[in-house]
């Protein structure tokens, strides 16, 4: 079941399907008033705007900022050829690999996932023509939360 929080994002992020990478609250933060709306999401996590009030609020960071529900964002990622079976929960491991020149290597080292997280395989995409010859496909994958 895909949790919904509330959040405060700027007006300029608050259009349904816009995503961001939340990186953590600024010391400023700490003493807002709207401390624990935003310290709702988690740090390193990517998070999808599904829709918006017409709530708006002063922010001593960003300025003027707006109400919205979010979710956390499908990922995509590079998955083993062996574990990709639409509709199957996996627990993601990022791809070990040094080669920071690959073109696959945001896939293989996402953001927003981290190593031991529950996953859905929601959709199968293209195979990966890995440089180092792994078996490995791109997938959407669905975080699962517990």
């Known amino acids: 079941m895909v949790k919904v929080l509330i959040a405060l994002v700027g007006e300029s992020m608050a259009k349904p399907g816009m995503k961001f990478l939340f990186e953590g609250l600024a010391n400023v933060c700490t003493k807002c008033k709207f401390f624990k709306v935003c310290s709702n999401l988690s740090k390193g996590r990517i998070y999808e705007v599904k829709s918006t009030r017409k709530i708006k609020h002063k922010c001593p960071l960003h300025g003027s900022v707006v109400v919205v ?15 990709t079976v639409e509709g199957m929960i996996i627990t993601f491991n990022p791809i070990e690999c040094t080669n920071r020149g690959c073109q696959y290597i945001n896939l293989c080292k996402p953001l927003g996932l981290f ?16 440089p180092r010859g792994l078996s490995l496909y791109e997938c959407t994958l669905e975080i699962i939360e517990e």
């Open 69 to 83: 529900e979010v979710e956390l964002a499908n990922i995509e990622a590079a998955v083993k050829s062996h574990m």
């Open 115 to 130: 190593k031991g997280d529950k996953c859905r395989i929601v959709k199968i995409r293209d195979r990966i023509r890995c």
